[in-house]
């Protein structure tokens, strides 16, 4: 069994330390986020971490670089969620394992080996659109969280609404 050398070990080392640094350093910033939206009040609806609606005083609170900033939900507030793109499937030939294949079995490696690969690309983009008297917003989630998205939408859409009732 062949050793490592020192460099390789200092250098494994120094990688795993950045690493574990690094997910460390989220993993706080996260628990700081999470504590700062849960001071704001009740949270009602949410879509990940970027984006909550408040109760007590009914409130909208977004995270956006780095920084949560929060407004109140007025009877006129109007949220709508918006997706552009798509996946798509691209099919390609593995050129690499059809050379190899081609060379160890001439004519039937071609055929055997290589066969295409499918590879999926997410070019989706979801925004959320906030839109009231005094003040639009558009803020840009990921696609994954579409259905929450909604749902927060939905829960916005409805309490405005209660909110123009009351008045």
């Known amino acids: 069994m062949e050793q490592s050398s020192p460099g390789t070990t200092i250098t494994l080392l120094i990688v795993g330390g950045l690493?574990?640094?690094y997910y460390v350093a989220r993993q706080r910033k996260q628990r700081e986020d999470e504590a700062e939206l849960q001071a704001l009040g009740p949270v009602r609806e949410r879509v990940g971490t970027a984006l909550a609606l408040v109760a007590r005083p009914w409130r909208i609170s977004a995270l956006e670089n780095g920084q949560r900033d929060t407004w109140p939900l007025t009877a006129d507030t109007i949220v709508t969620v918006e997706m552009e793109g798509e996946i798509t499937t691209v099919r390609g030939r593995n050129l690499a394992a059809k050379a190899v294949g081609g060379a160890a079995v001439p004519v039937l490696g071609l055929f055997i080996f290589g066969n295409a690969k499918n590879r999926s690309v997410d070019n989706r983009e979801l925004y959320i659109t906030i839109t009231s008297e005094d003040d639009a917003r558009v803020l840009k989630v990921p696609p994954t969280l579409s259905q929450?998205?909604?749902?927060?939408?939905?829960?916005?859409?409805?309490?405005?609404k209660q909110l123009a009732e009351k008045s």
Request: no cysteine.
């Open 148 to 160: 929450e998205a909604r749902q927060f939408a939905a829960m916005v859409n409805v309490t405005a």
């Open 19 to 21: 690493f574990t640094w």
